[in-house]
């Protein structure tokens, strides 16, 4: 203890109290600062704050405003020190609990609990034991008041607080134990000037609607942007739609069994593309408007390979190779007019013609396997399963000697893979593949079979055309995510999933959706019948087994 306590002023008094306070700290004003830098550099804020009695973080403030505008520079460097608690502030003005017991008592010759408890409040609870533990008072056993037993004291704890950037490491220990100080971190600044210090040019933050109007833009110079010292509160956004949280663990799942993903970014697409080289007629009532969105600008599409194009028509005219065609006289300016893409098989149509395009050019065929999971439109009436735009998953398998026989099992693989088994398969008709199935599979919870999609395998009249060889066989399957997707929300109308009746809050409160292999999570669950444990999909929000 080195400082002496003052018997002069009781700590409780009105005039320790007005000196107790602290004392504001001036901010500087932004002149002041130029001024300073005009006569050279800033070494160090913190003892410029200082040495001027400045608020340092005031100082700071007007040192970034110096430094948006562009007349100076400036070097953050940090450094780590002490500061007084709230606590340690009252005890380095009014002078540490137990002196201000020992005071107390001094004054009074005796005093009781109560008067220090009058007298002090908190801080007599805190200062009494000390004093004693210190003997500087003692206590009647019979009476229980306290009495002075030293003549003076001298506080030490007040000059620490005082003083704590001379303080060694165990006392500053000490203090922390206490709770009347705690670790800080400050950053000083070293400020430059710049070549543009004192220009009367002063950069802008944003640019304006008269800006652009007036073309003044141009020639105004704008503040950087600072990404580096971002504040404020973390952005809550960014939570998946469940739309598509599905597709991305579907997609996981294709490209795992080794699928390549085709490029879907054409939503604009040609009658060509879309439905001719598909082999689907003119006269296909898919076609009409009644079904399909016509664009009225551009109207019509150009740059079709001519070659091909010219292949396309003698297919559907007259056939080929075995094939009788459709016999119709076929129009170009039919295939010319530009739709919403009907499905995402216009895009398997152009990648095959690509390998078509490479074979020709290297004489080598690759077998590759391609998927595409994109937006499509339809002309249709919305209702629980319908929606004029939603969502396709298609797969193509290109390779020699390909049948039934492998398309089978790359579905029960995929279908495996997302929860599905049992799964059945009806003869169907599409115009562009010959076998034609559709898949169906038992869902648990709505107690029945339900369709789950498309496949079959490409036409001749579809591959020959493009100059793929002879003997490759492209099978193909597609199914509907946003159905997929319901179902695994357990959500019976579409509309809820994916248009402007769907809550968006929803996405938020909806967990995770994870896709599980029916067979592991069947063996898991120890289960006999196939069918009920046909659609097995783990952890999903909404959805109970």
Known sequence: HSVSAQPGAHPSSPASARAARPIAMAAPTKDEVVEILRAGLIADSIALAGEKGWDHDKLVGVI??????????????????????????????????????????????????????????????????VAVKNRWIAVDKATKAFTPVADSVTDDVKADLNGLATLPREKLDALKKRKLVSPTSTTSFAVQKTDKFGTASKAVAEVTAEMILKGTWKDTEFKPLNFNAVSGLRPRGGCLHPLMRVRSEIRNILLLMGFEEMPTNQWVESSFWNFDTLFQPQQHPARDAHD????????????????????????????????????????????????????????????????????????????RKYFSIDRVFRNETLDATHLAEFHQVEGFIADRNLG????????????????????????????????????????PLLKKTVELGNSGVFRPEMLLPMGLPEDVTVVAWGIGLERTAARMYSIRGVRELFSHEQDVAESRKRGMTWLSRAEEEARSRGGNDSADRAWLIERSAGCRQ
């Open 64 to 129: 970034k405003s110096l430094e948006v505008d562009g007349w100076t520079t400036s070097v953050p460097s940090k450094r780590e020190g002490w500061k007084l608690t709230a606590e340690g502030e009252a005890y380095a003005a009014k002078g540490s609990p137990e002196v201000q017991v020992f005071e107390v008592v001094k004054a009074k010759g005796s005093a009781t609990k109560e008067d220090l408890d009058q007298a002090l409040g908190e801080v007599g609870k805190v200062g009494t034991g």
């Open 404 to 443: 039934l026989g492998h398309l089978i099992g790359v579905l029960k693989e995929f279908f495996l893979r997302i929860g599905v088994t049992g799964l059945k398969f009806k003869p169907a008709y599409n115009p562009y593949t010959e076998p034609s199935m559709e898949i169906f599979g038992y869902h």
């Open 292 to 367: 399909t969105f016509f664009v009225e600008t551009p109207s019509k599409a150009q740059n079709l390979p001519p070659d091909y194009l010219e292949a396309v028509k003698e297919m559907h005219e007259k056939g080929g190779r075995g094939s009788t065609g459709w016999r119709y006289d076929w129009s170009e300016d039919e295939a010319r007019k530009n739709i919403l893409r009907t499905h995402t098989t216009s895009v398997s149509s152009r990648t095959l013609y690509k390998m078509a395009e490479e074979y020709k050019r290297t004489g080598v065929f690759t077998p």
